[in-house]
């Protein structure tokens, strides 16, 4: 499966993500070509949406201590929803359909999520820190939600701005 990164500000990121039904070959293939695009392009999270497809999926890889990514610690979550959620905790957030921004966002520090294999089976995670982080960044993109949503009146400015600004330079450089 051929996929692409949409990026912002591309209405489709915007998109409620449905829910999963049939776990099939359709949606194996999805997460398979999915995960190399998520390594090659340095992400750790990735949801269907933010390659133009709107169903309940994710895939995260969380870097170990040393920043390596190792394909065991895939994670695919196919429906998930948060059951609870307590503390709080901030971390400079990146989105790779956000390129070349980053910024301090607020989530909690401490989440349990269900969610279904790519088999269909029912699993519970507890997570906490970076995967906490990653899991909320990633299920807010299910809900047509970005992290950038979540800045300040004049943070947000600031970012369009710059935003606006970067894609004319790489507009101007592709001439
Ligand atoms: C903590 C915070 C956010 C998440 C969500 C997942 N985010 C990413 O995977 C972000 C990846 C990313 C990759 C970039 O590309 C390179 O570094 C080559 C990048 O930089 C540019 O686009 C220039 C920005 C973000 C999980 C956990
Ligand atoms: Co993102």
């Known amino acids: ?16 993500s449905k829910i999963i039904e049939k776990f099939d070959n359709e949606l194996h293939q999805l997460l398979d070509s999915m995960y190399p695009l998520m390594i ?8 269907a949406i933010q390659v133009a497809i709107a169903k ?12 390596e990514q190792y394909d065991d610690n895939l994670i695919e979550m196919i429906n998930p929803i948060i059951t609870s959620k307590k503390g709080q905790i901030t971390y400079q ?12 966002i607020d989530r909690y520090e401490f989440i349990s ?7 269909g089976s029912t699993k519970r995670l ?5 995967l906490a982080i990653a899991i909320q ?13 979540k800045l300040s009146y004049s943070r947000r ?17 592709k001439k």
């Open 137 to 149: 960044h990633e299920i807010d993109h299910l809900e047509g939600i970005l992290f950038i949503d």
């Open 56 to 67: 309940r999926v994710l895939i995260l890889n969380i870097p170990d201590e040393e920043d």
């Open 126 to 130: 507890e997570a906490n820190g970076l």
């Open 113 to 119: 999520v269900n969610f279904q294999d790519r088999d």
């Open 157 to 173: 400015k600031k970012f369009e701005k710059e935003y606006k600004k970067m894609l004319k330079e790489k507009k101007s450089l």
């Open 93 to 104: 957030e990146g989105c790779l359909s956000v390129p070349a921004f980053y910024e301090d």
């Open 40 to 47: 090659d392009t340095n992400g750790i999270g990735l949801a």
């Open 1 to 16: 499966m051929n996929l692409n990164i949409v990026t912002y500000p591309n209405k489709i990121l915007r998109k409620k």
